[in-house]
C-alpha cells in the first residue's frame, strides 16, 4: 500500500488538528481523503480550511459508505467512539480512535469483541502521553523491575485548569449525557492509561468525586481516589479542573527507589540497598537507606499526536508495531469507571466491578441530564480539548 486513505470522524476540537497535520504532510504515508460532522458549522470549516480534494459527509455512516477509504480516525463524542468503531470494523477500515475508548467498560468490551473478529485490521488508541520520553523511562524502570517492587503511588495532576467559558462551548460538554463524566473522563484519560501502563491495574478505589464543585456543571470537576494494589502497595490520585497554576507530580517509590516526574524532568533516588532487607538488618532506630539522586532530563522525539498517527499508518502499511493498541483503551477507562462508581455508591470498588450496577447508575444520571444553556459553540478556533 502506497499511503492510508483516511477519513476523520469529527472535526471539532482535536479533529480539526487532526486534519491540519495530515494534510500538512506530517505523517508520511498518510493522506486525509475525507471529513465528516454533524454540525453544518464544522463542516463549512472543512470547506473553507481543508484542501479542495477532501470530501466532506454529513456524518459517519455516509463517510464509511466511501469506497475510497482505507481508515478513521475517530474523533467524535464519547458514547458514539465504540458505536463508529464497531461500524468501521465491519467495513473492513483500519480505525484510530481518540480518548476515550467510550464511556463505560461495557461498550468498550464489545467494541474490543467486534475487533477480535477482524483480526487483519489495524486498531489503535491515541494515547499520545506513551511517546513521552520521561513516562517511557518510568515504564521502563518500574516493568523491568531493577527496583524492586512497588510500594506507593502518587499523582497529583491538578494543571488541567478550565473557564466556565471552556464548559459552555458545546451542548455536549460537562452533562452526564453529551459527554458522561467530566474531569476523569476528558482531561485524564491519558493520565489514567499512564497510571495503570506504568503501575499496573488496582485492585480495588475508593474515590470522592466532587460534581460541579469549581464551575456550573454536572459532571466531576475535583477528585481525590485511594488505591490498593494486589501486592500490597498504595496510591493517591488527585485530579481537578478547578485549580491554578494547578501541579503535576508523579511519584512513585519502590523498594529500591523512588522516581518523581515534574516540570518535564526526572528525578530518581537510587537506594544501595532494598529498605525493605534493610529494614530488618539494621540495629539502628532512625537512619535511613543510602543512596544517591540523579536528575533525567530526556529530550521529546517530535509531536506526540504525529507519533501515534506515524505508527498508525506505519503499521496499516508493513504491519509494524502500534505504540498502543486499541484493546489497551478498555484499561484507563476501567479506572475512571470505578472511580465513578465508588463515588456514587460511597464505598470502596474492587476491580474488576459490576459493569451492569455501574451502567445502571450512569444511566440514572442521564435520565436526569439538564439541557445547557448559554451554550456559545466556537467555530473560529476548533482545537483545543
Not at 306 to 313: E, K, S
Request: hydrophobic share 35%; net charge negative; charged share 25%.
Amino acid at each position: 500500500m502506497k499511503e492510508v486513505r483516511i477519513g476523520i470522524i469529527g472535526i471539532g476540537n482535536m479533529g480539526s488538528s487532526h486534519a491540519e497535520r495530515i494534510v500538512n504532510g506530517e505523517i508520511e504515508g498518510l493522506h486525509l481523503a475525507a471529513v465528516a460532522d454533524l454540525k453544518e458549522e464544522r463542516r463549512k470549516w472543512a470547506g473553507k480550511n481543508l484542501p479542495e480534494y477532501v470530501r466532506i459527509y454529513e456524518n459517519e455512516t455516509r463517510l464509511m459508505e466511501d469506497s475510497d477509504l482505507d481508515a478513521v480516525l475517530i474523533a467524535a463524542p464519547h458514547y458514539a467512539h465504540p458505536t463508529i468503531a464497531q461500524a468501521a470494523f465491519r467495513k473492513g477500515l483500519h480505525v484510530v480512535c481518540e480518548k476515550p475508548a467510550g464511556v463505560y467498560t461495557k461498550q468498550v468490551r464489545e467494541m474490543n469483541e467486534e475487533a477480535e473478529k477482524h483480526k487483519e485490521l489495524v486498531f489503535a488508541m491515541m494515547f499520545n502521553q506513551r511517546t513521552n520520553p520521561v513516562y517511557r523511562k518510568m515504564h521502563e524502570m518500574v516493568s523491568d523491575g531493577r527496583y524492586g517492587e512497588i510500594k506507593r503511588v502518587n499523582w497529583i495532576i491538578t494543571d488541567w485548569y478550565r473557564t466556565q467559558y471552556y464548559y459552555d462551548s458545546g451542548g455536549w460538554r460537562a452533562t452526564w449525557d453529551g459527554e458522561g463524566g467530566g474531569v476523569l473522563l476528558n482531561q485524564c484519560p491519558h493520565n489514567l492509561d499512564l497510571l495503570q501502563w506504568i503501575c499496573g491495574m488496582p485492585s480495588s478505589v475508593y474515590a470522592f468525586c466532587h460534581e460541579g464543585k469549581w464551575h456550573q456543571i454536572e459532571v466531576e470537576d475535583d477528585v481525590t481516589a485511594y488505591l490498593e494494589y494486589p501486592n500490597g502497595a498504595t496510591g493517591v490520585f488527585v485530579t481537578s479542573t478547578g485549580d491554578a497554576p494547578g501541579t503535576n507530580r508523579f511519584e512513585i517509590d519502590l523498594e529500591m527507589a523512588k522516581l518523581v516526574s515534574e516540570d518535564g524532568r526526572l528525578n530518581v533516588y537510587e537506594l544501595k540497598e532494598n529498605e525493605r532487607e534493610y529494614c530488618f538488618r539494621v540495629k539502628e532506630s532512625f537512619t535511613k537507606p543510602q543512596g544517591c539522586l540523579t536528575q533525567i532530563k530526556p529530550e521529546e522525539e517530535g509531536n506526540q499526536h504525529n507519533r501515534i498517527l506515524q505508527a498508525f499508518t506505519d503499521a496499516v502499511r508493513n504491519g509494524s508495531q502500534l505504540i498502543a493498541g486499541g484493546e489497551e483503551g478498555i484499561l484507563g477507562l476501567t479506572l475512571s469507571n470505578a472511580m465513578h462508581l465508588s463515588s456514587w455508591l460511597k464505598r470502596p470498588v474492587n476491580i474488576p466491578f459490576d459493569e451492569e450496577l455501574f451502567l445502571d447508575e450512569l444511566n440514572k444520571r442521564r435520565r436526569t441530564s439538564q439541557k445547557k444553556r448559554n451554550v456559545h459553540e466556537v467555530t473560529s478556533d476548533l482545537k483545543g480539548s
